[in-house]
């Protein structure tokens, strides 16, 4: 079967290294997260690091019930090109981020057994949002939990979404030695943080490993 590479996302970088890691890699986006977070950084590091770095992928910011007028200072300072909303922001909260920054937006929802429930989060958030990002729930964290969710409701999320006209990024548990597994259940955006991580650094081992892996199974590489 020949599938369409993913939409890749490396998330959580912390240091000029870790930039520059991503900026060599075959992904499409790099993430930062400015919230409460072991990968916590700073508009201001970011914005050092990207002078340093010739980084051409799409910046994210990650967020986390911060005050939307924070939320849009950063996004237009930075510039960021994609805005993930990972706490209870509302369709509201979306819609004036959109208005005032004309940044994409991601929200995030946390997989729950009751399918339906995220496919009607979905619903209402369309409007308002550029994407969904499904990650795994896990009690006391916002995500980079490194653990996966049962990954047969993938195409369920990736049908609503596309039916809703938005993109549907999967997180949580990611790593070079499950890619192939996610990859049969067809998903259009990955986002991995720990996954290619070693002693808390972006690994350039881990990421090639995985990018060979998704390369080989989407029957684009070289």
């Given at each position: 079967?020949?599938?369409?590479?993913?939409y890749l996302k490396y998330c959580g970088a912390v240091s000029q290294e870790d930039v520059a890691c991503i900026s060599q890699s075959h992904a499409d986006a790099i993430?930062?997260?400015?919230?409460?977070?072991?990968?916590?950084?700073?508009?201001?590091?970011?914005?050092?690091?990207?002078?340093?770095?010739?980084?051409?992928?799409?910046?994210?910011?990650?967020?986390?019930?911060?005050?939307?007028?924070?939320?849009?200072?950063?996004?237009?300072?930075?510039?960021?090109?994609?805005?993930?909303?990972?706490?209870?922001?509302?369709?509201?909260?979306?819609?004036?981020?959109?208005?005032?920054?004309?940044?994409?937006?991601?929200?995030?929802?946390?997989?729950?057994?009751?399918?339906?429930?995220?496919?009607?989060?979905?619903?209402?958030?369309?409007?308002?949002?550029?994407?969904?990002?499904?990650?795994?729930?896990?009690?006391?964290?916002?995500?980079?939990?490194?653990?996966?969710?049962?990954?047969?409701?993938?195409?369920?999320?990736?049908?609503?979404?596309?039916?809703?006209?938005?993109?549907?990024?999967?997180?949580?548990?990611?790593?070079?030695?499950?890619?192939?597994?996610?990859?049969?259940?067809?998903?259009?955006?990955?986002?991995?943080?720990?996954?290619?991580?070693?002693?808390?650094?972006?690994?350039?081992?881990?990421?090639?490993?995985?990018?060979?892996?998704?390369?080989?199974?989407?029957?684009?590489?070289?």
């Amino acid at each position: 079967m020949n599938r369409m590479k993913p939409y890749l996302k490396y998330c959580g970088a912390v240091s000029q290294e870790d930039v520059a890691c991503i900026s060599q890699s075959h992904a499409d986006a790099i993430g930062f997260i400015l919230a409460p977070s072991k990968r916590e950084v700073h508009p201001d590091q970011i914005k050092h690091w990207l002078s340093q770095v010739n980084c051409t992928k799409d910046i994210v910011g990650v967020f986390v019930n911060e005050k939307i007028q924070r939320v849009c200072d950063i996004a237009n300072d930075l510039p960021l090109d994609i805005v993930q909303l990972h706490g209870d922001e509302t369709p509201e909260d979306a819609k004036e981020i959109k208005q005032q920054t004309g940044a994409a937006v991601w929200k995030v929802f946390h997989h729950e057994p009751h399918l339906n429930d995220t496919l009607k989060n979905m619903t209402t958030f369309a409007p308002f949002v550029d994407g969904f990002l499904i990650d795994s729930k896990v009690k006391g964290m916002r995500g980079g939990s490194g653990t996966a969710f049962a990954w047969e409701a993938v195409p369920s999320y990736v049908q609503h979404a596309k039916q809703l006209g938005k993109t549907c990024v999967i997180a949580g548990g990611v790593t070079p030695e499950t890619i192939t597994d996610l990859l049969a259940y067809g998903p259009d955006a990955i986002d991995l943080s720990s996954g290619i991580e070693e002693n808390g650094k972006k690994s350039t081992t881990k990421i090639k490993a995985l990018e060979e892996r998704m390369l080989n199974d989407v029957r684009i590489s070289k």
